[in-house]
C-alpha cells in the first residue's frame, strides 16, 4: 500500500475509480409508505455478497472517515432523510486509476448505493441539517467470526495531515 504525503496531495484527479460500483435506489411507493431494494445477488458480484449489515446515524456537520480496508468492500446505501458528500480516493498502485478521486452527493435528492472495494480510501460527511441515515452492508464480519479478528481498517482520519481531505475549495 502507498501513503502519498501532503506534497503528492496534488495528484488525486476527480474522475471514476475502477471498480467502485454506484447504482439508484428506486423507492417503489404505495398507500403504506415505499420499499427500495438495497442489493440483489442477481445485480451484485459475488465477491461484493454482504456478510452482515449495520446502520447507523450521523450528525449534521459530522464526517465518518476517510478510511480503507486491506480485505472489506463496504456496499453503502445512502437514502436519506439527509444527504451526504461521499469521497473516495483510488490508493491501489496497481489499479488503472491510481490516484484518481471521486466525489458523489448521494441521499435524499439522490438516493444510491455505493460499493467500496478493498484499497479504495472512503469518507462521508452529512452535509445537510438532520441527522442522515446510512445503512452498510460489509462483504466480511467486523472483526470476523466470532469478533476474534483485528479490525480491517487503516484510519486515515487519525492523521491530521492526510492528504485524504473531505473538504476542499470544490466542494
Same mark, same amino acid.
Given at each position: 500500500m502507498t501513503i502519498p504525503t501532503q !506534497?503528492?496531495?496534488?495528484i488525486f484527479v476527480e474522475k471514476p475509480i475502477r471498480d467502485v460500483v454506484v447504482y439508484e435506489l428506486k423507492k417503489f411507493h404505495d398507500d403504506r409508505g415505499w420499499l427500495a431494494e438495497l442489493f440483489r445477488h442477481d445485480e451484485l458480484d459475488a !465477491?461484493?455478497?454482504?456478510?452482515?449489515?449495520?446502520i447507523s446515524f450521523t450528525n449534521p456537520g459530522v464526517a465518518r472517515g476517510p478510511h480503507e480496508h486491506v480485505d472489506q468492500a463496504?456496499?453503502?446505501?445512502?437514502?436519506g432523510p439527509s444527504t451526504?458528500?461521499?469521497?473516495?480516493w483510488d490508493n491501489r498502485p496497481d489499479s488503472p486509476?491510481?490516484?484518481h478521486r471521486m466525489t458523489l452527493l448521494v441521499g435524499i435528492d439522490n438516493p444510491m448505493a455505493v460499493v467500496?472495494?478493498?484499497?479504495?480510501?472512503h469518507g462521508y460527511k452529512n452535509v445537510g441539517d438532520v441527522d442522515g441515515m446510512v445503512i452498510n452492508c460489509p462483504n466480511r464480519l467486523y472483526m470476523?467470526?466470532?469478533k476474534r479478528e483485528p479490525i480491517d481498517e487503516i484510519r486515515h482520519e487519525d492523521d491530521h495531515d492526510t492528504i485524504f481531505q473531505m473538504e476542499d475549495e470544490d466542494l
Open positions: !506534497e503528492t496531495a496534488s !465477491e461484493f455478497y454482504p456478510a452482515m449489515s449495520y463496504d456496499l453503502f446505501c445512502f437514502i451526504f458528500k461521499m469521497r473516495m486509476t491510481f490516484n467500496v472495494p478493498k484499497g479504495v480510501v470476523g467470526e466470532g
